[in-house]
């Protein structure tokens, strides 16, 4: 009776191991898309709304270090760029994080001399080749 009960019990946790992950292929609709993945309830979702508080400061590349690291990179000003090339721009720098975007900021107060290979190294340390070809593409 006990053997009987081990397989019943085997086949019904196979039956749902196989139907979960069915259900959770890519190739089917009814998995993790965006409409399910982001709803209101859903943890991340809250996360992703949160507001950032009054004593916190968000990273980000405001048009002065935008324009420094133009004339830098590329030797060109920022009027020269349409508006979607400096905020494709200035998302792959922010993509970088906040310790290495603060870096960048302070990369680009120093003398060009000093500065060039650290920016460089900066860069490649932290952007994927992917991103490094998109800025080669839109600035130079």
Do not use: C, W
């Not at 000093?114 to 800025?135: A, C, P, S, T, V």
């Amino acid at each position: 009776m006990k053997r009987k009960l081990y397989i019943i019990l085997l086949i019904m946790l196979t039956f749902i191991t196989t139907k979960a992950i069915m259900y959770l292929h890519p190739d089917n609709d009814n998995g993790f898309n965006t409409e399910k993945y982001f709803k209101p309830s859903n943890f991340l979702a809250v996360i992703k709304n949160e507001v950032v508080g009054e004593g916190e400061v968000f990273h980000e590349i405001d048009n002065e270090t935008l324009n420094e690291f133009l004339e830098f990179y590329s030797n060109k000003s920022a009027e020269n760029l349409e508006i979607f090339e400096k905020e494709e721009i200035r998302y792959i720098l922010e993509s970088m994080g906040k310790y290495n975007t603060d870096k960048l900021k302070k990369l680009l107060k120093i003398s060009r001399e000093k500065r060039e290979e650290r920016i460089y190294k900066l860069l490649g340390e932290n952007l994927f080749d992917e991103q490094l070809m998109i800025l080669d593409e839109m600035v130079r």
